[in-house]
């Protein structure tokens, strides 16, 4: 059974920066692809940042030059630099992987993000 957990969520002031992680475990497949999403109460979740297999990185405009995502060295981990935090930014964060051999998309349970202004 595979598990997606992340980490680094908290609560930061606004200008802060946080790094997200998010880590795989009981998958024996990769992770083709991965990405965060993010909700914020009330609202509907939405797109962060997506790392494509091939590498291509695509940003949600809102976060597009202050949030970084990357690929650990490890299987299946994958990091969101945030800077220049905003209170629009608070939210709960997911990982998300998408595996193309098992047809399907795996999520974690959440970190919370609250940005203090």
């Known amino acids: 059974q595979v598990q997606l957990v992340e980490s680094g969520g908290g609560l930061v002031q606004a200008g802060g920066s946080l790094r997200l992680s998010c880590a795989a475990s009981?998958?024996?497949?990769?992770?083709?692809?991965m990405g965060w999403y993010r909700q914020a109460p009330g609202k509907q979740r939405e797109l962060v940042a997506h790392?494509?297999?091939?590498?291509?990185?695509n940003y949600a405009g809102s976060v597009k030059g202050r949030f970084l995502i990357s690929r650990g060295n490890a299987k299946n981990t994958v990091y969101l630099q945030m800077n220049s935090l905003k209170p629009e930014d608070t939210a709960v964060y997911y990982c998300?992987?998408?595996?193309?051999?098992?047809?399907?998309?795996?999520w974690g349970q959440g970190t919370q993000v609250t940005v203090s202004s």
């Open positions: 998300n992987c998408d595996s193309f051999t098992q047809r399907r998309d795996y």
């Open positions: 790392l494509s297999t091939g590498g291509i990185t």
């Open positions: 009981g998958s024996i497949f990769r992770c083709d692809a």
